[in-house]
């Protein structure tokens, strides 16, 4: 899928950035662009799940310098739901739950804050219903779920499906999934996997982060970066994910280590 | 003012006692002599805002008919098909011109004799200030009893007059085997005051769902009201209760399982916002075995307002393999505003299951983050996270209860 006349989606340059005084992202680059799937591997730690919420806005992290660009815009000034409304998703590694609010509604609500800013009309309850109910096929979810409140009660796997179900709904331009294979047995990582790959659009990109090999036996990405101390050290291709799952991140660090001795 | 001289003209301006509850009207007017209002010393009313307090007996009773007539123009939404509605009507005997439904009746003198004022007696509840205060201004009755295995529901609205204070004393008897749904409602209006005094009593097998709205809707109303309801043996009785919008509001229930063995469930909600006082003093108490209690107590207060809970829950010895189960949770939404929250359980029996909490929170910043996440506006996110918190109570109510669009001000109403 990808060009080299391919558009850019996402391009990070020299991120550094800090939650609770504490500097974590130490200049990360990252260049994404349409039609890519791209996976960031890395230890506990390495800033992978940071730079996800960085993207996403959350305003615990603080961008201490560098500068995030979406399609060219910089985003850094915009909100987190501006930075979603625009076509940025981030699929949550723990989907926060929220008793009381009712699944359905609230996903009618976000549906409809990004149809708005792609100048759709706003969908009623029972148009709702209908889009929902077509959507819920991509990752094999009962009904009865809508019904629900916002993950309350979920398995680990019902609430990634839920991740997944939005991301259906939203229709993003890219979707950044922040460990959204972890506590799958085999059988919901493949639904999973299934449905990441049904929504790739030649326009959209996404961004994989992930421990795991596993999950890059379903979703074959273009580019495979390792994430270590705040910053991407390696890129590669879907090769260094299988090295790396042979090897073990040990592999990584001798690796840096010939090089500093080198230098 | 002093509160003694407030209470004082207070007792002044009533009228001369007379009517059904002429002595009812004497016990509460020389206990008011004797013991004046309370003061911060009182436990019960150590945090209450005398104040506000003292606003509320400030506005004159009413009097006559000519006081209500020109203001008395409240609009209601339609009543459901299948529940009678009664509006308490200051100053007009509710007893007269109301259309009962088969299956509920008023009640005869010698029933009233034999009941009223019973229930809230047995609480016992020392210098009953709330009491004493309706017992001394309340001029009629609205006596009913729902028959012997019916099952009805019923909506009683009680609005206030501007500029007035207006007292209230309804009595339920609902005999055994009877299934009853009850609404009530209270409303405010400009400066003005409420004091409801209401007893149940529900004869064994007995299932009474009852909903309490009490909205003060406009400037400076207050509220005050207590509920006293005895259950028998195997009776089923819930309260779901929402107080917003007074400047000063204190619910006190008071319910006692006369010969335990019967099921309690309190879910309560009070949303405070300006300078605001609303106050749940609640008391369950078991005189008998195998009793349930499933109590849940939320507050929500903004802007410099007050939120008070006081949770009493008495098992004697008497009162063995009683379950009571009592939570407060409270959002604290503003540096300003202040929450109280108290449980105090006495428990002598040795062989029973109690638990109790409180928790103090804010809305939670991740769960807001996951709303916004997904392109949802600020404004909408805090609505549903409320909405979320306000669920708990608000799904217990019946579905028509809706038109009374509470929950609308209670979202629109506080600003995070």
Request: proline share 3%.
């Amino acid at each position: 899928m990808i060009s080299s006349t391919s558009d850019t989606i996402l391009s990070i340059e020299d991120l550094h950035a800090s939650v609770e005084e504490q500097e974590i992202l130490h200049g990360v680059n990252l260049l994404v662009k349409e039609g890519e799937i791209h996976a960031i591997m890395g230890r506990n730690g390495s800033g992978k799940s940071t730079l996800s919420k960085v993207v996403a806005g959350h305003p615990s992290y603080k961008v201490l310098s560098g500068s995030i660009k979406f399609k060219g815009i910089d985003i850094l000034e915009l909100a987190p739901e501006e930075r979603a409304r625009i076509g940025i998703f981030l699929g949550f590694q723990y989907p926060v739950e929220i008793p009381g609010v009712s699944n359905l509604e609230f996903l009618r609500v976000a549906t409809n804050s990004r149809r708005k800013e792609l100048l759709k009309s706003e969908l009623d309850t029972f148009e709702f219903e209908d889009l929902v109910k077509e959507r819920l096929k991509i990752v094999e979810m009962n009904a009865a779920f809508l019904e629900r409140s916002v993950n309350e009660g979920f398995s680990g796997g019902e609430k990634k499906r839920n991740e997944i179900l939005q991301m259906a709904l939203l229709e993003p331009v890219i979707s950044i999934l922040d460990e959204t294979d972890s506590g799958l047995d085999i059988d919901a990582l493949r639904i999973v996997a299934s449905g990441i790959n049904r929504l790739s659009r030649p326009n959209s990109a996404t961004i994989l982060i992930t421990h795991y090999q596993r999950l890059l036996n379903e979703i074959t990405p273009d580019f495979v970066h390792i994430m270590a101390d705040g910053k991407i050290i390696k890129t590669g291709n879907k090769d260094l994910a299988i090295d790396l799952e042979k090897s073990g991140y040990d592999f990584i660090d001798k690796n840096n280590k010939g090089k500093e001795m080198a230098q | 003012m002093k509160s003694s001289t407030i209470c004082q003209d207070w007792l002044d301006s009533l009228p001369t006692t007379e009517g059904c509850l002429k002595n009812e009207q004497s016990i509460g007017r020389e206990f008011l002599l004797d013991q004046g209002m309370p003061s911060k010393k009182d436990e019960a009313w150590r945090l209450s805002n005398f104040n506000k307090l003292n606003s509320f007996l400030s506005l004159p009773p009413i009097i006559d008919n000519e006081d209500i007539k020109s203001q008395y123009k409240s609009i209601f939404p339609e009543k459901d098909v299948n529940r009678e509605r009664i509006i308490i009507n200051p100053k007009q005997n509710p007893n007269k011109n109301i259309n009962l439904p088969n299956g509920i009746e008023k009640l005869n003198n010698k029933e009233i004799e034999e009941n009223l004022g019973k229930i809230v007696k047995s609480t016992n509840i020392k210098n009953d200030i709330s009491v004493c205060l309706n017992q001394a201004s309340s001029s009629n009755l609205l006596a009913l009893k729902v028959k012997s295995n019916f099952n009805q529901s019923l909506e009683i609205i009680i609005p206030s007059i501007e500029e007035k204070s207006i007292s209230t004393r309804i009595f339920l008897l609902i005999e055994e085997g009877a299934k009853l749904d009850l609404l009530q409602i209270f409303l405010g209006n400009n400066n003005s005051a409420q004091n409801h005094l209401i007893e149940i009593k529900l004869e064994s097998e007995v299932e009474l769902t009852h909903g309490l709205i009490s909205l003060g809707e406009e400037k400076e109303s207050s509220s005050i009201c207590t509920l006293a309801v005895e259950q028998s043996k195997n009776s089923t009785y819930s309260l779901h209760s929402i107080h917003h919008g007074w400047d000063y509001s204190r619910f006190e229930p008071r319910i006692i399982q006369s010969e335990g063995e019967a099921s309690t469930i309190i879910k309560g909600l009070q949303v405070t916002k300006s300078k605001e006082q609303i106050a749940t003093h609640s008391l369950i108490r078991f005189e008998g075995p195998n009793g349930k209690l499933d109590q849940l107590q939320k507050a929500v207060a903004s802007e410099y307002s007050h939120c008070i809970f006081n949770g009493s829950i008495e098992v004697p010895q008497k009162a063995q393999k009683t379950e009571a189960a009592q939570l407060s949770r409270n959002l604290l939404l503003s540096k300003r505003a202040r929450i109280d929250t108290k449980p105090e359980l006495e428990i002598v029996a040795d062989d029973v299951r109690c638990t109790h909490g409180a928790t103090v929170s804010q809305l939670q910043d991740e769960e807001l983050f996951y709303l916004l996440s997904r392109g949802i506006d600020n404004k909408h996110a805090n609505s549903l996270l409320l909405k979320g918190y306000y669920d708990e109570v608000i799904s217990h109510f019946p579905k028509s209860a809706g038109k009374w669009n509470f929950l609308e001000k209670l979202i629109q109403d506080i600003k995070k």
